[in-house]
């Protein structure tokens, strides 16, 4: 899949109606993982969008 196809955490944080903060922490705790991570620590994280409609049922409350 073309990378931009993929989702910036910005823009899964706004699909999911949660913030950057908590889309990061769902990534730490495994709940839901990039599938394109950019070097370094800080790199630049992309998603599967098929991964974060996934993951809605779960997080909308």
């Given at each position: 899949m073309p990378t931009d196809a993929y989702l910036?955490?910005?823009?899964?944080?706004t699909r999911l109606g949660k913030s950057?903060?908590?889309?990061?922490?769902?990534?730490q705790?495994?709940?839901?993982?990039?599938?394109?991570?950019?070097?370094?620590e800080r790199g630049a994280r992309l998603y599967d969008p098929a991964d974060v409609a996934a993951l809605m049922p779960?997080?909308?409350?």
């Open positions: 910036s955490t910005a823009e899964v944080a950057v903060a908590t889309v990061n922490r769902y990534v705790r495994g709940v839901l993982a990039p599938v394109v991570q950019g070097p370094g779960a997080v909308s409350r």
